[in-house]
């Protein structure tokens, strides 16, 4: 009878015993819904696998895959079910091609089961109500590491589990990045590339702060307990890490991806999307190989990866999906040594500018940059050369991991790179030169042709080209490829925020602009003109200015007035060749950033929350006079509205504690904000990295205690300034600071309020310690005090 019902309804139970097995559509759930498993097959592809995934969520999320590099492909003739005491997969053919491979001492065949628990654990026992665990999936994850399971390393086989990436979105089998616990050092983790080359850690582990040294966003969330806990245990015959959330309604993946970096994300059901928490390493070609062998990547273009001139794709369908460790081919193969090559056929050399060198360099004894080049050019494995500081370094075999840098970046250096004659254009051959000049009358012609042509279209169609004026705001509109033109194909990045990447650009009147391609926006394109509109009817000093937008379909594009000085973090924690922002610029920058909160809070026609303040966020012209980017992109909320239920948004550092445990939020949490970049602003350090703890203290509640005590506040000024600054002004934006991060978003002033403070129309009074930094001052202390007694036990 069971057999004739629909798969779904037979097997939505999470247990598969010894005379049951798994085809088709079946699948088991786990009992509180949290978890499924089953065949499923990954994007357009045509191969099956047996994993598991949530639920819950509305987009196929696997986190575990048992026959990785086995793929069925009828799913009807293919059975999962319980073999000998062991659950084993049969493909179509009713060969074994994947199994928990417990050995036959280990189970009684007959009562072997295996459970699917909310955790995410898959586990076969011995009988179902037996404690008797033979195997469990945490043991061998595949590229998602789950709460609650154990991250282990292995002290007798001197083995750690690994995270490896799938090879590419449609093929789960093992890819070229891992992640695992360092065997040499075993606690911390370390990404690995090919199982050779580690290209970032973690950093040690600090028992005292719960954390990384070198992932200071963990230092928030795990001190303060508010969003899980993650803990580090050594025993004698293994190491573990393992990590819990305080709510069970938070659906979570911690994983590796194809493209090698470690993404933190959470589901936001409402939108129905992953957010990215944070990823490390920070920046994409911070990986190891991205773009394989003799692919260059960038970090300011569009596309991270483009194969070197003279190269293509090794595999044009992966360059498609976006996995490029395949890397590039040649074009053309070199002539080498060859003899009977013609002369002026032999191998030549093309310059590559603003570029960081592959890895894996030889350093050759010679004195001159022609020397250089020549012993290259005589070795046939040569693939580059570089000559700088009378030093000649040349490349054998394919060039990895190479950077391209933008033009202004002083650290892009100079690569010479081999290639076949016929790839590289001879410009100064008689020949070529007359084709140039015929070339050049003949566009010159055209150009002429074109631009009268132009004129009457522009004359037709005015403003299209430079921005249309929309009838319900004074916005201009653009089209996509003017904006693309404007941009020469959005190539100069000049960041990248939680909205989307923006680039430098120029139009055709000369215009300086700021171009903001926004990701994950499902809006129409009439609801999203409508409320880019509203956006553009702020006007305040303290803000930049929209100047326009482009809405083509699933391109939606912000157009800003370029602001000269760029971000505040660059002067504030960054800037080494010039002089710090001094204590005046500093308190106008403070002021003005109040008040254009303030003016956001109060004074728009739709109280406009800013999610995400912080030095990155605030923008300087030429005379520091700072303005707020990315204002309205969060969510606007109406007049009639005094609280709404939302997603997170902004920036570990910055995020008010409302935020992470769920409750409803208000302007307060940018008040919160603000009051973390007051602190940065006085002290000109980050609140969160790790180097910058005051006597053994956590940064920010060391500062906080400083002026909630009323012990000379000059202590938290930027040690650059020497003591240069106006102390009364110093006591007050520090206790500004302090009142704005309190807890409880009641204690915290309102941005007008902060405005009135800073313009010195009346005073404060001595902020108390906010609570949760006492909690994680008092269980820093707590475990300094175990270490240290732990420690005077042993000795």
Known sequence: MCLSLEPHVCFAVDTIFSNQSLSGNQTI???????????????????????????QVSQLTTVWVANREEPVRDVYSSVLKISDGNLVLFNESQVPIWSTNVSSGSAISNS????????????????????????????????????GSKFRFNKRTNQSQLLTSWKNSEDPAPGLFSFEIDPVQTNQFVSVWNRSQTYWTTGTWDQQTMSFSLVPEMRMVTMSSLIYNFSYVSEENESYFIYYFHSSSIITKFSIDVSGQLNDAFWLENIEEWSVFFSKPRQQCWVYAFCGAFGSCNDNSLLSCNCLTGFQPASRRNWDQQVYSGGCVRKAKLQCSNASVGAGRED????????????????????????????????????????????????????????????????????????????????????????????????????????????????????????????????????YRDLEKA?????????????????????????????????????????????????????????????????????KLLVYDFVPKGSLDRHLFYRTDSEPLDWKTRYQIALGVARGLAYLHDNCVDSIIHCDIKPENILLDVDNCPKLSDFGLAKLLGREFSRVLTTMRGTVGYIAPEWISGVAITTKVDVYSFGMMLLELVSGMRNFEPSNDKEGTFFPVWAARQVSEGVDVLKLLDNRLNGNANLEEVSRICKVACWCIQETEIQRPSMGQVVQILEGLYDLGLPPMPRFLQEMSDERSTNFSRVSSKTHAKL
């Open 112 to 147: 072997a089961v295996a459970v699917l628990s909310d955790d995410g654990n898959l586990v076969l026992q011995d009988g179902l109500d037996s404690s008797t665990i033979l195997w469990q999936s945490f043991d061998h994850p595949t590229d998602t590491w789950l709460p």
């Open 29 to 55: 759930v786990s009992s509180g819904g949290v978890f499924e498993l089953g065949f499923f097959s990954p994007g357009n592809s045509s191969n099956y696998y047996i994993g598991m995934w949530y639920k």
């Open 348 to 479: 030549r050399f093309l310059e590559s500018r603003f570029t960081i060198f592959p890895t894996n360099p030889q350093n050759m004894m010679v004195v001159s940059s022609m020397e250089c080049k020549s012993t290259c050019l005589k070795n046939c494995s040569c693939t580059a050369y570089a000559f700088e500081n009378n030093q000649c370094s040349i490349w054998m075999g394919d060039l990895l991991n190479l950077q391209h840098l933008g033009q202004n970046d002083t650290a892009g250096k100079v690569l010479y790179i081999r290639l076949a004659a016929s790839e590289i254009d001879s410009e100064s051959s008689p020949t070529n030169k007359k084709r140039v000049i015929i070339v050049a009358i003949a566009v010159s012609i055209g150009l002429f042709l074109l631009g009268l042509m132009m004129f009457m279209i522009m004359k037709w169609r005015r403003g299209t080209i430079i921005g249309t004026e929309p009838e319900n705001g004074s916005l201009a509109v653009f089209e």
């Open 487 to 555: 941009t020469k194909d959005f190539s100069e990045r000049l960041g990248k925020g939680g909205f989307g990447s923006v680039f430098k650009g120029t139009l055709s009147n000369g215009s300086i602009i700021a171009v903001k391609k926004l990701e994950s926006i499902n809006q129409g394109e009439k609801q999203f003109s409508s409320e880019v509109s509203t956006i553009g009817k702020i006007n305040h000093l303290n803000l930049v200015r929209l100047h326009g937008f482009c809405a083509k379909g699933s391109r």
